[in-house]
T-cell receptor, first 119, second 119 residues
Framework: AQKITQTQPGMFVQEKEAVTLDCTYD???????LFWYKQPSSGEMIFLIY??????QNATEGRYSLNFQKARKSANLVISASQLGDSAMYFCAMREGPTIRGGGFKTIFGAGTRLFVKA | DAGVIQSPRHEVTEMGQEVTLRCKPISGHDYLFWYRQTMMRGLELLIY????????DSGMPEDRFSAKMPNASFSTLKIQPSEPRDSAVYFCASSFSEPDRFGVKNIQYFGAGTRLSVL
């Protein structure tokens, strides 16, 4: 069965420093996708970054990078040069599929990590 | 692009009443997802559609919940009768089966959510 684990309920980071948010997953499907979303206090869910299971290169999007370690089943989010606006809840998510036969995109989310950026 | 549009943003109703939540996905997207977010259970996938057809409704909590997608630009989630434990934020998300080097990305973009309070 799919499982996503975020072990850090809360994290503090000093402004302008880098921070790593942990995410481990469990799946028996060889084809899957990993996502990170940001949820600020206003409540919306903002897509940050995506990593496909077959892509050996770590994904990067501006100040966000995804440290993908497939053998360890981890997909940690690294935020470089933290800003006050990065204070938010961060969710890791996993989608199983698609397969060569096609198929659905059932997605599960972790419990989230609340990040606090200090000035 | 207007993004995923949900209405209403807030809904307050009394136990036993019917509640209908609405969603307009991003034009051209072929997948639509309904999620529920609570403090206790986090973000849960309720149901998702592909090309207007329900693919997986295993997350729908009980028969009081139903979802429809009559066309590519509109979906509803209905709760009848509503109960206080249904109080939550309900998100709609849509995605497009975007091919990448290794398969399909299928990044979900979320609406702003509907905050439901059942008294």
């Amino acid at each position: 069965a799919q499982k996503i684990t975020q072990t850090q309920p809360g994290m503090f980071v000093q402004e302008k420093e880098a921070v790593t948010l942990d995410c481990t997953y469990d799946t028996s499907d060889p084809s899957y996708g990993l996502f990170w979303y940001k949820q600020p206090s206003s409540g919306e869910m903002i897509f940050l970054i995506y990593q496909g299971s077959y892509d050996q290169q770590n994904a990067t999007e501006g100040r966000y990078s995804l440290n993908f370690q497939k053998a360890r089943k981890s997909a940690n989010l690294v935020i470089s040069a933290s800003q006050l606006g990065d204070s938010a809840m961060y969710f890791c998510a996993m989608r199983e599929g698609p397969t060569i036969r096609g198929g659905g995109f059932k997605t599960i989310f972790g419990a989230g990590t609340r990040l606090f950026v200090k000035a | 692009d207007a993004g995923v549009i949900q209405s209403p943003r807030h809904e307050v109703t009394e136990m036993g009443q019917e509640v209908t939540l609405r969603c307009k996905p991003i034009s051209g997207h072929d997948y639509l997802f309904w999620y529920r977010q609570t403090m206790m259970r986090g973000l849960e996938l309720l149901i998702y559609f592909n090309n207007n057809v329900p693919i997986d409704d295993s997350g729908m909590p009980e028969d009081r919940f139903s979802a429809k997608m009559p066309n590519a630009s509109f979906s509803t989630l209905k709760i009848q009768p509503s109960e206080p434990r249904d109080s939550a934020v309900y998100f709609c998300a849509s995605s497009f089966s975007e091919p990448d080097r290794f398969g399909v990305k299928n990044i979900q973009y979320f609406g702003a959510g509907t905050r439901l309070s059942v008294l």
